[in-house]
């Protein structure tokens, strides 16, 4: 089972403390959200996930972490001033603004009189380019129209990636192919922001830029798609809900010899089928497009002459004595929508012995915020809260564990079900006897009798499955 919608997701994060509407004592800011506490620890477990996958646990991947605000000529020579824009459409019946491309999933805001493929005829303009960038100005003597002042908040991460290429090079002496990996927030000012995380004006990218040979990109292209699709199901997405896309020629970006996103079901609620899918992330062959656009020396055709940069980023390869400009395989993942997905696809209900409904967020443990809850059986006997509370003390500084004591014991175990605490630890009136406590299984339901000298070992282990 998995959430039978996004709405379901939304009541459960304000209900429990996973993300907020941003601004919300002041009416909001559209399509603006704020993580609670354990909206952070998800998001950072995903980070970490991510970061030791990519970077620890494999050989030929760096670190690195790029300021948001670059130099405008980063933007000029990546051709985003330019070309990084949606096409914008009005509508003179509904007064909205749509994207021209997106307008078959948004609704008229005069609903209930919904335009986009119903009812109401649309009475929409001609489509022009809007630039998608967050403009600010630097210095305390900047005019807001100064030009020479005028800045950029970065929209992907990835260019701050392709401008150090050289000095990641040269510090960490790599020979092609290896990659270079970037968290870090990115800013689009979209048109139609929407579907609460999924879509969102600032929000927080997962990008690596491998750089190899060109005659070797479509293989390792097609290893990169393999590789995502196999480590999103270990982080326990359906494969039922994951699928492929391969962009066409016309979708493309103008760099791209070939783009595959991978998608996920994002809107299972809707009936046409083809319709259930987003992107989750998107993995681009970008040629060398980004080497040498941002390179000093002229093409050898003469075009993209770059005046400004100070620096060639081309590669010379030890082994061929060949100069050239290597190509780049890019996976593009975003951490909010990889964080809804991975919601949606833990949510299950379930029904109790008395008919009740209770919903399990059936998280990986290596993803869920909290590992451990310590609930003490009776909180008006000072003995078990103590022992409660040396126990999540001892627990710590292994894993995440929280004590609560803040209810029944059976609303404590509902609680933590629904935020996908794997374990829960029971201490009683025995636990003083016997040095013993329970450890209840978020999944099953199931208990067992742990000793507490044990506990630490025990969990451990079973928070690796
Ligand atoms: P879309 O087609 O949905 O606008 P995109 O193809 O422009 O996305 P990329 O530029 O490939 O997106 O960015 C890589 C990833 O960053 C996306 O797959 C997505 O996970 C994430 N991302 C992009 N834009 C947003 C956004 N506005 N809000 C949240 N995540 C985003």
Redesign the pocket.
Known sequence: MSAPNIETIVSLSKRRGFVFPASEIYGGLGSSWDYGSLGVELANNIKNAWWRWLVHERDDIEGLDSSIIQNRLVWKYSGHETTFSDPLVDCRACKGRFRQDKLQDVKCPNEPSVCAGSGKECDLTEAREFNLMFRTTIGAVAAEDDESALAYLRP?TAQGIFINFKNVLDTSRRKLPFGIAQIGK?F?N?VT?GNF?????E?E?M?MEYFCRPEDAPRLHQEMIDGFQEWFQSLGISGNNLKLYEQTKEELAHYAERTV?ILYRYFPEREDEDKQW?????I?NRTNFDLRTHSKKPEIDGKRINSDSTEDLSYFDEATKERFYPYVIEP???V???LLAILMDAYTEKTNDKGETRVILKLKPELAPIKVAVLPLAKNKPEIVSLAKQIKKDLQPAMRAVYDDTGGIGKLYARQDEIGTPFCITVDHESLEDNAVTVRDRDTWAQERVKVSELKEHLQKRLQK
């Open positions: 992907e990115s689009r979209e922001p995380i999924f879509r969102t004006r929000f990218q990008e996103d987003d992107e989750l992330m998107g681009a593009a993942a975003g909010n929508r990889l």
